[in-house]
Every structure is written in structure tokens, then in C-alpha cells.
């Protein structure tokens, strides 16, 4: 599968970003609002494992299906190959992208997360699909996340590498989607944009708006 060339909000969740609301009923308002791509990352305090995790991911695995939006799986490469998930986002600490791409083979999606050029070239190297680059602004949903980085490195990479789609992360909101769209990024990836939006489908549009002048095509 290739990372879709169409621009689009890919929106990431947990069982435990939604707060009081069930999280599949986020997932499913996110796939009628028109998300390109969902990212399910079960992560912290609270986080499922085995069997209500397998149960968790089957759930949005038949949702995204049923709207044709491909999931991929954060770090949890052996749980993205027993579902069979479109596939899987590792970060510079996680496995080797490398040895990632054996596992999944060729045909599942792959990103990483970046912070510079030179990972950005590893990545591309190790068979990335895409990459991510952020925090772009602050974000409370990344206990470890670094300092904001703005969309110069995203500028600098989408300028070495044309053709490698890059999606902006961290703190992006419908104020400032715009800036990052203008970076050059063929996607902009939110958890509580989406999460704590009362309208989700009005959100996933307010976030899209600046797509348009700042689409590569
Ligand atoms: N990764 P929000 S920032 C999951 O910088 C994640 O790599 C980041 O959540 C990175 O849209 C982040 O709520 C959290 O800011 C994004």
C-alpha cells in the first residue's frame, strides 16, 4: 500500500484519549467527517494489553474498514501482524525501521517519526512509507515530547525529499493548521483536535481548510 498522495487530517487515538466518550463512537464521527488514515497508539497509563487490546483494535480495524481508511499501529508490530492492520508507525526509539520493514513486508504501510534531514534519509532508506515529524507546537498528549520544533525542519526535508510524504504532529489545531499545511506536508496528524471537538466532522473541515494552498500537488 502506498501512503496516500491526497492531503488529509490522519487522526491518531488511544482507548484512554477520548475521556468520557467512547472512544469508537470518536473513531466512527472521525471516519464520517473524513479522516485519510487512523492511527490507533495505546499508550500510557491505563493502556489495554492482551486480550481487551486485541478486542480494542479488531473494533477499529472493522470500523476503518468499513469506511476504507487504512490503520496503522504505533509501535506494536507483532499486534499490526496478527490483525493484519495496513500498518505500522515506530519512533526513533522504538525497533529498527529496518528490521520493521522485514517483518511487516512489503506491503504494509511504515512511518517514523523524525526530527531532522539525516533521520528523514534513514527512514526513506529503511523503507519508510512516510514520516512524521513533530511536536510542531506543544502538545500535552506526548508525556515525552520534545521541544516544539515549528515547520522549518518539515520544510527542509519535504525540500530534500519531494517525494516523501511527511506529516505534521503536535499541537496542531484548525488556528494553525494552515502554517503546516504550508510546509509542505501531505498530512497533518492530531489526537485532541478531534478528541476534544464537540462537532468532529466541523473540526476534521476547519482542519483541512488550509490544505488547499498549501497542497505539494
Ligand atoms: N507524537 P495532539 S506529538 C503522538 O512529536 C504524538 O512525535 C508527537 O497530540 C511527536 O494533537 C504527539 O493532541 C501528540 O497535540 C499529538
Given at each position: 500500500m502506498k501512503f496516500s498522495d491526497k492531503a488529509a487530517v490522519y487522526f491518531i487515538m488511544g482507548s484512554k484519549n477520548s475521556g468520557t466518550r467512547n472512544p469508537l463512537k470518536v473513531l466512527e464521527a472521525a471516519l464520517k467527517g473524513g479522516i485519510g488514515h487512523f492511527q490507533l497508539r495505546e499508550k500510557g497509563e491505563g493502556a489495554l494489553t492482551g486480550s481487551a487490546l486485541l478486542e480494542f483494535a479488531l473494533a477499529c480495524q472493522q470500523l476503518c474498514r468499513s469506511y476504507g481508511v487504512p490503520l496503522i499501529i504505533n509501535d506494536l508490530v507483532e499486534l499490526a501482524c496478527q490483525i493484519d492492520a495496513d500498518?505500522?508507525?515506530?519512533?526513533?526509539?522504538?525497533?529498527?525501521?529496518?528490521?520493521?520493514?522485514?517483518?511487516?513486508?512489503?506491503?504494509?504501510?511504515l512511518g517514523v517519526s523524525v526530527h531532522s534531514v539525516k533521520e528523514a534519509h534513514l527512514a526513506a532508506e529503511a523503507g519508510a512509507?512516510?514520516?512524521?515529524?513533530?511536536?510542531?507546537?506543544?502538545?500535552?498528549?506526548?508525556?515525552?515530547?520534545?521541544?516544539?520544533?515549528?515547520?522549518?525542519?518539515?520544510?527542509?526535508?519535504?525540500?530534500a525529499f519531494p517525494f516523501l510524504p511527511i506529516v505534521g504532529i503536535g499541537g496542531i489545531n484548525p488556528e494553525n493548521a494552515a502554517q503546516v499545511w504550508r510546509s509542505g506536508v501531505a498530512g497533518i496528524a492530531v489526537i485532541s483536535s478531534i478528541t476534544e471537538a464537540h462537532d468532529i466532522a466541523g473540526q476534521i473541515a476547519a482542519l483541512q481548510a488550509g490544505r488547499i494552498e498549501g497542497d505539494r500537488k
Open positions: 500498518g505500522v508507525h515506530i519512533g526513533q526509539d522504538d525497533a529498527e525501521a529496518g528490521q520493521v520493514r522485514q517483518r511487516i513486508g512489503k506491503e504494509k504501510l512509507d512516510y514520516v512524521g515529524m513533530g511536536p510542531v507546537f506543544g502538545t500535552a498528549s506526548k508525556a515525552d515530547a520534545k521541544k516544539p520544533a515549528g515547520v522549518q525542519e518539515i520544510q527542509a526535508v519535504a525540500t
